[in-house]
Nanobody
Framework: QVQLVESGGGLVQAGGSLRLSCAAS????????MGWYRQAPGKQRELVAR???????TYADSVKGRFTISRDNAKNTVALQMNSLKPEDTAIYYC?????????WGQGTQVTVSS
């Protein structure tokens, strides 16, 4: 059974940093593009960043220059380093494959940025 477990969220002031981590079980990690997504209250879930098995990366325009996605293929983990956080980054953050697959959604990790 595939599981994706996110961690590392919290409450931070604007301008601060957080590092999110996602641990993947099963074989999906090694063969898939992995992504970080977020869902803010009242908004649709959106892709924040994605990374291929070879390390090619794409970011949403809203986070370019502030967020960095990385993956460790040996440990089946994907991380999201978030710097210069803004109140509009407040959301629940999830990891999933890209494209996302419904059975893989986990509980996510809450990120709250205060102004």
């Amino acid at each position: 059974q595939v599981q994706l477990v996110e961690s590392g969220g919290g409450l931070v002031q604007a301008g601060g940093s957080l590092r999110l981590s996602c641990a993947a079980s099963g074989s999906i990690f090694r063969i898939n593009i992995m992504g970080w997504y977020r869902q803010a209250p009242g908004k649709q879930r959106e892709l924040v960043a994605r990374i291929t098995t070879g390390g090619s990366i794409t970011y949403a325009d809203s986070v370019k220059g502030r967020f960095t996605i990385s993956r460790d293929n040996a440990k089946n983990t994907v991380a999201l380093q978030m710097n210069s956080l803004k109140p509009e980054d407040t959301a629940i953050y999830y990891c999933n494959t890209w494209p996302a697959r419904d059975p893989y959604w986990g509980q996510g990790t809450q990120v709250t940025v205060s102004s």
